[in-house]
């Protein structure tokens, strides 16, 4: 995203004075349409339709590739199933689907999270026929609302910069028991010369990313350069998220194209890796839709974990996106001929805004 100098003083450049920037927010209306999309709701678990519409609303509140929301749900009495909604495809940065089944699998994860604290056990399985699908089971078991479910509403991938100090070795364990599942692994890397590798693949791949202009276009699309922007849409990557100026789109875009350079994300991206703990490298088994959507599973619960620790963390994959260099970043880490899935660097820092959902009306089939 674009660094707040170089966009405040770009909009000096263009005559803009920042009471005008000021003037085309409205941080208050943003800040509050987040926050009620997470607030708790006081519902009648008695209720079926509305209990079940409340598992979707927070399964909702997961992340995908640049806020797209590729997902839909077909709700009954005691299933729900999460289907791919492929008009909100990425086919630059994402074109064998891969980011869509891991949010995918992320939604999933929360869903059973929301479920087994409202009194049902979710049992997942994942139909790969058509455009692939997730079917959760709901049997009714003891109510159990768990420090990940809680965490579900304050979760965000934090864009920001990290204060650099280690974690614990029992915050690692954690985090790594919640990021491993069915043939799904995480590798935490916490010494600096294997970060420092790691860096030389992210700074290859966006660099790669950004000398590319239907990347350019396509990123373009779904960022929300303002607070109205974003609530209206209620999806995309909000520029206040990122700790960037909420501006109208016409500044925003602009801005973007004198200041968005590889030389200056690739030196915003060594500063954050630099001052992250860690970096955790997702890795399946296979290389197939399935193990996507358990690695969205093992990530979702990585990042609840995260969030009940108060550890921040945000994605680097652009390593894992350029296809000439994830096999050089696979071979790095020492995978042989396994694909690395996700880059995720963590650590403790500040949050920022929170990104914007649609309504589950418009996610419901």
């Known amino acids: ?178 990021g491993s599942g069915k043939g799904v692994r995480v590798l935490l890397l916490t010494e600096r010369p294997a970060m420092e590798k790691v860096l030389e693949y992210v700074v290859a791949g966006n660099t790669a990313q950004i000398n590319d202009p239907a990347f350019l276009a396509e990123l373009k699309a779904w960022i929300r350069f303002g607070h109205e922007e974003a609530v209206r849409t209620g999806d995309g990557l909000f520029s206040g998220s990122t700790g960037n100026p909420a501006v109208p789109r016409w500044l925003g875009s602009r801005m973007m194209g004198l200041f968005f350079t590889p030389k200056s994300e690739n030196e915003r991206y060594a500063r954050q890796i630099r001052n992250a703990a860690g970096i955790a490298v997702f890795v399946s088994d296979l290389s197939d839709k399935a193990h996507w959507v358990e690695t969205g599973r093992c990530y979702e619960r990585f990042a609840l974990q995260a969030t009940a620790l108060g550890i921040r963390n945000a994605f680097l994959n652009q390593a894992v996106e350029v296809g000439a260099v994830r096999p050089q970043f696979a071979a790095a880490l020492g995978l042989g001929n396994l694909r690395p899935d996700l880059v995720v660097r963590f650590g403790r820092g500040p949050t920022l805004p929170l990104s914007m959902r649609r309504p589950v009306q418009s996610v419901l089939v």
């Open 1 to 178: 995203m674009l660094i707040r100098r170089q966009l405040v003083l770009g909009a000096a450049a263009l005559g803009v004075s920042a009471p005008t920037l000021t003037a085309c927010s409205s941080s208050q209306g943003h800040e509050e349409a987040t926050r009620n999309l997470r607030r708790a709701a006081n519902i009648d678990t008695s209720d079926r339709p509305v209990l079940l519409h409340e598992l979707v609303r927070y399964a909702t509140l997961a992340p995908s590739s640049h806020n797209t929301q590729c997902w839909k749900f077909r709700v009954q009495e005691r299933s729900i199933t999460i289907e791919a909604d492929l008009s909100r495809r990425c086919p630059v940065v994402d074109p064998d689907d891969h980011h869509l089944f891991v949010s995918l699998g992320c939604a999933a994860e929360n869903l059973a999270q929301a479920a087994l604290a409202h009194g049902l056990q979710a049992n997942a399985s994942f139909d790969p026929s058509g455009a692939g699908a997730i079917a959760l089971s709901l049997e009714p078991t003891k109510a159990l609302p768990s420090p990940l479910f809680q965490a579900i509403a304050e979760r965000q991938c934090t864009r920001g910069d990290y204060d650099g100090q280690p974690l614990s070795a029992e915050e690692l364990r954690l985090l790594e028991l919640a």
